[in-house]
């Protein structure tokens, strides 16, 4: 099956929200909110209005089988820093999805004037972690008992970061 990386839009949100539907809920453990309420998408939709996020599907059939955000502050002290988020549906995990969307966001990041790129996920998403790792970003940071899920179970969460300025850079011959 072949997937096609676009914008995210406002009329994606219902789309949006299945698509979050099928995700297990631990992969939703290091977004902060939980994707699966409508008012978590809205305020996505608004944050790209305002300037703070930018968003990408991956789209097969005219389903969402894969997400990503470029979560910014241009007015912090860490303009120069975005916040990667990763999603890619379970049974699409492997097919180069995820490589495509994080790879899509790196363009985005260089386009904004970005340095430097993070990710959070739980360090047992082996699969995450090697993908970001093939992509540049190095383990940062391990914060023990982060985030907790609805059953009130704690979990470790993993800080991973790239310098996008480096000649490493995985896409800097593009």
Known sequence: ????????????????????????????????????HPRVVAAWVEAMTQGYIDGLVAEEDGTLVGTAALVCDPLGWSAHV????????????????????LEGIYVIARDRGLTKLIANMTPDQIGSVMLFESLGFRAEALLRDHVRDREGVFHDLAVLSADITRDSSPLEND
């Open 82 to 101: 975005g916040e990667v988020r990763l999603l890619v549906t379970p049974t699409r995990r492997g097919a180069g999805v995820g490589r495509d969307l």
């Open 1 to 36: 099956m072949s997937h096609r990386i676009r914008r995210f839009t406002a009329a994606d949100q219902p789309a949006m929200i299945a698509f979050a539907e099928q995700l297990p809920e631990h992969d939703l453990l290091f977004l902060g909110r939980d994707l699966k």
